[in-house]
T-cell receptor, first 109, second 116 residues
Framework: GQNIDQPTEMTATEGAIVQINCTYQ??????LFWYQQHAGEAPTFLSY????GLEEKGRFSSFLSRSKGYSYLLLKELQMKDSASYLC??????????FGAGTRLFVKA | GAGVSQSPRYKVTKRGQDVALRCDPI?????LYWYRQALGQGPEFLTY????????KSGLPNDRFSAERPEGSISTLTIQRTEQRDSAMYRC??????????????FGPGTRLTVT
């Protein structure tokens, strides 16, 4: 079956670094996405990985290991505005994108 | 430029009625997705269009749900004989290419459907 697992909630302090993990099992694979979703708003794209390794984009980095079915999103220099849900999503090799339930990140002062 | 728009933003309907939800994607985007999102969950894939062709409808829950995109632009998701379990946020997303190329999806604000 298709399954994406990520922690339900995480709490971190402003200015710190947080790592949000995601493991997946899908019938096919054509890339892993991370989206950010603030409460009451639409998801917005953060990153895409299709090859193993680390992709860095400003304060956000995303890592992928296809052999392990594992990814993480790294957020540095946390700001209060980073409080949101972070959605891990996998392209299943066809046209379908499978989303995880999301990780709610709370950033405290 | 304009993003993805959806209408209506809120829809309250009685059980047994039909509803039509509209999605207006970003101009020029060839790929269009429909999702359903429950509170506290990630979007659940319903169907995918490439231009006007519906290339994957495996996520539609049952035959009461249908979608079309006749001219390769605006899309309509129709739910017939609505049931209370259909209550959810329905979102559409568009991208310039399909996920096979890893292009990001731009999500609309969603239609909050409540079936009473």
């Amino acid at each position: 079956g298709q399954n994406i697992d990520q922690p339900t909630e995480m709490t971190a302090t402003e200015g710190a670094i947080v790592q949000i993990n995601c493991t997946y099992q899908t019938s096919g694979f054509n890339g892993l996405f991370w989206y950010q979703q603030h409460a009451g708003e639409a998801p917005t794209f953060l990153s895409y990985n299709v090859l193993d390794g680390l992709e860095e984009k400003g304060r956000f980095s995303s890592f992928l290991s296809r052999s392990k079915g594992y990814s993480y999103l790294l957020l540095k220099e946390l700001q209060m505005k980073d409080s949101a849900s972070y959605l891990c999503a996998v392209g299943d090799g066809g046209f379908k994108t499978i989303f995880g339930a999301g990780t709610r990140l709370f950033v405290k002062a | 430029g304009a993003g993805v728009s959806q209408s209506p933003r809120y829809k309250v309907t009685k059980r047994g009625q039909d509803v039509a939800l509209r999605c207006d994607p970003i101009s020029g985007h060839v790929s269009l997705y429909w999702y359903r999102q429950a509170l506290g969950q990630g979007p659940e894939f319903l169907t995918y269009f490439n231009y006007e062709a519906q290339q994957d409808k495996s996520g539609l829950p049952n035959d009461r749900f249908s979608a079309e995109r006749p001219e390769g632009s605006i899309s309509t998701l129709t739910i017939q004989r609505t049931e209370q379990r259909d209550s959810a946020m329905y979102r559409c997303a568009s991208s310039s290419q399909g996920d096979r190329e890893g292009y990001e999806q731009y999500f609309g604000p969603g239609t909050r459907l409540t079936v009473t």
